[in-house]
């Protein structure tokens, strides 16, 4: 196994790794649905829970989309809206403007996993903490002051690049700007498309497995040097002496 204890950096995706986008976005879906609820209506059958694993799903494809087409970069809360639009058209629910603001509004006011900042703080002595993140520069900003409330190293988002993670110049970028080697650097993130990705690169990976997922089908080298299931097992390994 890597020794990762001999890495410099941590670099953290923070949607879904840091941030629980699910348990805060959820109900702002579910008051969506029951704003257009009626006795006998269909949208009585949407589940809040499906609708979120669907535009979860759609905004990754937009952002694929926003990557690979090349007509400039868009922005992390531009595909979030788009994937919203079309997962509530796809439920037979098109939204009106005012709906669309109401749940865009819900992304202000993520919350992070309770296990992220005591393993943060146990970490930042042993560590460079980074956020490294497809959102926007100002929306990033936003989450970290008032929503995680962790003073990072540094936050870098994926316009550094112009593109979506898990474009290689994310990754290169990052090494750049800290002035490390990609070797120094450990991507930690939940998604598993981000840990390889990283790892094609060059980086580390620590694949924060919080819902039991199978990691991507790719070659040995690409699969992440750590698995753990949350940050305090993460923080526990990396601060074994």
Not at 92 to 115: I, Y
Not at 189 to 195: I, Q, R, T
Not at 217 to 238: K, N, W
Request: charged share 25%; with cysteine.
């Amino acid at each position: 196994m890597t020794d990762l204890t001999k890495c410099k950096a941590l670099t953290f995706d923070l949607f879904g790794t840091v941030l629980d986008l699910g348990g805060s976005l959820t109900p702002y879906i579910s008051e969506f649905i029951r704003g257009r609820d009626a006795p006998d209506s269909p949208t009585s059958r949407v589940d809040a829970g499906a609708f979120w694993a669907e535009l979860r799903h759609r905004q990754r494809i937009e952002q694929y989309q926003d990557s690979l087409v090349e007509l400039g970069h868009s922005g992390y809360l531009e595909t979030a809206q788009k994937a919203f639009v079309y997962v509530a058209k796809l439920n037979n629910l098109p939204p009106t403007p005012d709906e669309v603001d109401a749940f865009m509004q819900g992304w202000q006011h993520l919350s992070p996993f309770p296990d992220c900042l005591p393993a943060l703080e146990r970490m930042k002595s042993s560590y460079k903490l980074v956020a490294l993140s497809n959102g926007n520069p100002w929306f990033l900003d936003h989450l970290v002051e008032t929503r995680i409330k962790f003073d990072f190293d540094d936050i870098i988002s994926v316009e550094v690049a112009g593109a979506f993670k898990p474009h290689p110049g994310v990754y290169r970028s990052a090494a750049r700007k800290l002035k490390m080697e990609p070797g120094e650097l450990i991507m930690v993130s939940s998604n598993s498309f981000d840990v390889m990705g990283a790892r094609t690169c060059g980086l580390r990976g620590i694949y924060v497995n919080r819902y039991n997922l199978p990691f991507e089908d790719t070659d040995a080298q690409y699969e992440p040097d750590l698995t753990v299931g949350d940050f305090a097992a993460m923080a526990d390994h990396l601060l074994a002496k």
